[in-house]
C-alpha cells in the first residue's frame, strides 16, 4: 500500500523495569513506535508469507474509528496510527503489516469520582498485577500499568496513593518513554 491509512486501536502499556512500552491487548508481544508485525504462531503452524496473511490473525489490528468499538476500559489506552505496508481490510477496520503510532490518548477528564469539571494537568501510571487490578507490591516487568489522568486540583498526593513507580508524568514525559507524541483525548 503507498499510501498510509489513519486508524485507531486500543493498546496497553507495559512495565518494562525501567520504563514503559506499548502492548497489544491480546497478547504479550510489546512493539515500539513504529513497527513491523510478525507471526507469533508456532513454527509448523506459521505461513511463510509476511504478516498479515489472509489465513492467519496476524498483523496490526486496528478500527476505522472509535466509536465503532466499545468503550475503552482501564488497563487500556487509545492509540492514533497510521497502517502502512500490507493491509487486509474487514468491515470495521484493518490488519496491517506495519503500523506507526501517531499518539497515545491519554484521556479527557480527572479519574475523580464524582466527575470532575476540571481538565487533566497530571498522568500518573498505576502498576496493575494482573488485568483484574489486583496489586500486592511492586510491579514486575510485564506488568501492565493503568494511565490514571489527574487534574490539578486532585493531583497533589494521588501518586503516593495510587503506589505508581513513576512521579507525577506530564504528556511530554510520558511521550519521551514512549517514542511518540502523548495527548489528551
Not at 520504563?19 to 506459521?46: F, I, K, M, N
Not at 506507526?100 to 480527572?110: D, E, Q, W
Request: charged share 20%.
Amino acid at each position: 500500500m503507498d499510501e498510509p491509512i489513519r486508524a485507531v486501536k486500543r493498546a496497553v502499556l507495559r512495565y518494562t523495569g525501567e520504563g514503559v512500552t506499548l502492548a497489544a491487548t491480546a497478547w504479550e508481544h510489546t512493539y515500539g513506535p513504529d513497527a513491523t508485525a510478525v507471526c507469533l504462531q508456532p513454527p509448523e503452524r506459521s505461513h511463510r508469507t509476511p504478516a498479515p496473511d489472509v489465513h492467519c490473525t496476524c498483523g496490526f489490528h486496528a478500527l476505522r474509528e472509535r466509536r465503532v468499538a466499545k468503550v475503552a476500559i482501564f488497563p487500556y489506552v487509545w492509540l492514533d496510527v497510521e497502517l502502512l505496508g500490507r493491509v487486509i481490510v474487514h468491515e470495521r477496520g484493518y490488519r496491517a503489516g506495519r503500523q506507526r503510532v501517531l499518539a497515545v490518548l491519554a484521556g479527557s477528564a480527572c479519574r475523580i469520582a464524582p466527575p470532575c469539571p476540571l481538565p487533566p494537568a497530571t498522568i500518573v501510571l498505576d502498576p496493575l498485577k494482573d488485568v483484574f487490578g489486583i496489586r500486592d507490591g511492586p510491579p514486575e516487568e510485564g506488568n501492565p500499568l493503568r494511565l490514571v489522568p489527574w487534574c490539578s486540583r486532585h493531583a497533589p498526593g494521588q501518586a503516593e496513593w495510587v503506589g505508581s513507580p513513576f512521579p507525577a508524568l506530564n504528556p511530554s514525559d510520558l511521550a519521551g518513554m514512549l517514542g511518540t507524541e502523548v495527548r489528551w483525548g
